[in-house]
């Protein structure tokens, strides 16, 4: 089994940048590719962004790449999504969810079987 718990979420201004944290448990943990995504009151859950069990490649939603990166350090079993610039629009709960399959996290954002609770991001104007 692998456990994730997001944390570092939190109440920002325009402008401003948060960093979150995915921690996570379970001994095969190494062996996932982990992905980071959000859902916004009203609308559906949205891909941001992945890192590959290595760390050695990364993925990006088109409308993010820029402001947001993520990365990886499998020695503190923790994956991070740093967030810059942030925006309104990125008001959302930000989950982490893992899967053997890369490819899998952004074609298919329902499809994984370990995810958080989630972290909420409140972007003021």
């Known amino acids: 089994q692998v456990q994730l718990v997001e944390s570092g979420g939190g109440l920002v201004q325009a402008g401003g940048s948060l960093r979150l944290s995915c921690a996570a448990s379970?001994?095969?943990?190494?062996?996932?590719?982990v992905g980071w995504f959000r859902q916004a009151p009203g609308k559906e859950r949205e891909f941001i962004a992945a890192v590959t069990y290595t760390g050695g490649n990364t993925y990006y939603a088109d409308f993010l790449k820029g402001r947001f990166t993520i990365s990886r350090d499998n020695a503190k079993n923790t994956v991070y999504l740093q967030m810059n610039s942030l925006k309104p629009e990125d008001t959302a709960v930000y989950h982490c969810a893992a899967d053997p399959e890369f490819q899998r996290l952004w074609l298919d954002p329902y499809g994984m079987d370990y995810w958080g609770k989630g972290t909420l991001v409140l972007v003021s104007s």
């Open positions: 379970g001994r095969t943990f190494s062996s996932y590719a």
